[in-house]
């Protein structure tokens, strides 16, 4: 029996087989959890189905959600209320900023549709979603997690908007744990290193991203999705019931270099 046996977890945000929720839901799975997700268009529910076939899931538990959208969130949750009668786990694998605004220099690339949107799908969806799951999450040791990276409090080249959206969703995870604390609600976040996924894709220069963190790791490479996964199931489990307002770095060590040097310099 896995050390998840007996939750319930809803994700939202898997995109592809390569996805961090993808490597999320895995590591759930194997834990003994019974998991429920989005998708956000019909074009996409193709493939969570499968994977949640694939993870012995039931696929009825599958809901359609725009995170723009607050009625679809709260229908995601009214209907998952007539299969579960509660919510131990919540995860928010989201993120978006339109392709135009990960390229070039910050001031150069920002607009104020840009800024609105990034911020609205990757940070305000996380409190959205939250606020609508807590009355199925309240009293019941429930965790809540959500997906950041290293350019909320550092300047990474042609992350832009994306570093400002980041550092709200930081900000989000801490004030949604000193709100929902009280009620036994954990929110807790994880910065992953840099993971080849479909998301990953439209940020400009992303190889280049990849190589440097394989130089100046401490492990000397990446991480997986799947070492993300097992760091999202212990966060999300009775293991963890002791952290809560917390951003665990899974990126093989990255952040703590301060400076990295050729060996030749």
């Known amino acids: 029996m896995g050390f998840m046996a007996g939750k319930k977890a809803l994700i939202v945000g898997v995109a592809s087989d390569r996805s961090i929720a993808t490597g999320i839901a895995e590591a759930f799975a194997r834990e ?6 989005t998708y956000q268009t019909d074009k996409l529910r193709g493939r969570v189905e499968k994977l949640s076939d694939r993870l012995g899931q039931n ?35 989201v993120g ?25 799908i990757s940070a305000y969806s996380l409190a959205a979603l939250a606020k609508s799951a807590q009355p199925m ?3 019941r040791d429930a965790a809540i997690l959500a997906l950041t990276y290293d350019a909320a409090v550092k300047v990474v080249p042609n992350y832009n908007v994306m570093g400002l959206a980041k550092a709200s969703l930081e900000a989000c ?16 976040a994880i910065s992953a290193g840099a993971v080849k996924t479909l998301a990953a894709a439209g940020i400009g220069g992303f190889r280049k991203m990849q190589n440097y963190a394989v130089k ?20 999300c489990s009775d293991l963890a019931s ?17 400076m990295v040097f050729d060996e030749d310099d």
């Open 59 to 93: 696929t009825d538990l599958l809901f359609q959600c725009d995170v723009t959208s607050d009625e679809e969130i709260d229908a995601v949750f009214a209907e998952l209320g007539k299969h579960w009668d509660g919510l131990d786990v919540l995860v928010h694998s």
């Open 137 to 139: 999450m309240t009293g």
């Open 242 to 258: 002791g952290i809560t307002g917390e951003t665990t770095f899974v990126d093989a060590g990255v952040n703590i270099m301060g």
């Open 173 to 188: 995870v801490r004030f949604l744990a000193a709100d929902l604390g009280p009620e036994g609600i954990r929110v807790n």
């Open 96 to 120: 978006f900023a339109p392709r135009d605004q990960l390229a070039g220099g910050f001031t150069e690339s920002i607009t104020r549709e840009g800024y609105a949107i990034s911020h609205d």
């Open 216 to 235: 100046a790791a401490p492990l000397r490479r990446t991480v997986t999705i799947e070492e993300i996964g097992n760091t999202a199931a212990f966060l």
């Open 32 to 37: 003994g959890a019974e998991i429920a997700f």
